[in-house]
């Protein structure tokens, strides 16, 4: 059993800073490829960023390139999403997820992950 849980969300101005994180219980974190996503009221559930298990792989939505990094600390179970330059089309809940299968593969496809904490709500005003 894995269990994730999102921390650092809250309300920031355009062009602002946060950093989520997102702890992980379990054996199998440091083994395992993560990801990032995004829901806004009303949209799909959306692909923001993963990365491998040793963290040299990364993907991420073009919307978040320049802007977004993925990074891991698997001495502490914790995966880290530092967003900057943030706009308020950036506003949504953000849910971090463990990928199944090959840790190296990186997948922008929900259904490909398996565990997701309960989401952590970012908002940003203009």
């Known amino acids: 059993q894995v269990q994730l849980v999102e921390s650092g969300g809250g309300l920031v101005q355009a062009g602002g800073s946060l950093r989520l994180s997102c702890a992980a219980s379990?054996?199998?974190?440091?083994?395992?490829?993560m990801g990032w996503f995004r829901q806004a009221p009303g949209k799909e559930r959306e692909f923001v960023a993963a990365i491998s298990s040793g963290g040299r792989n990364r993907n991420y939505v073009d919307s978040a390139k320049g802007r977004f990094t993925i990074s891991r600390d698997n001495a502490k179970n914790t995966l880290y999403l530092q967003m900057d330059s943030l706009k308020p089309e950036d506003t949504a809940v953000y849910y971090c997820?463990?990928?199944?299968?090959?840790?190296?593969?990186?997948?922008?496809?929900?259904?490909?992950?398996?565990?997701w904490g309960q989401g952590t709500q970012v908002t940003v005003s203009s």
């Open positions: 379990g054996r199998t974190f440091s083994s395992s490829a």
């Open positions: 997820a463990r990928k199944t299968g090959d840790s190296y593969v990186l997948s922008i496809r929900a259904y490909n992950y398996d565990y």
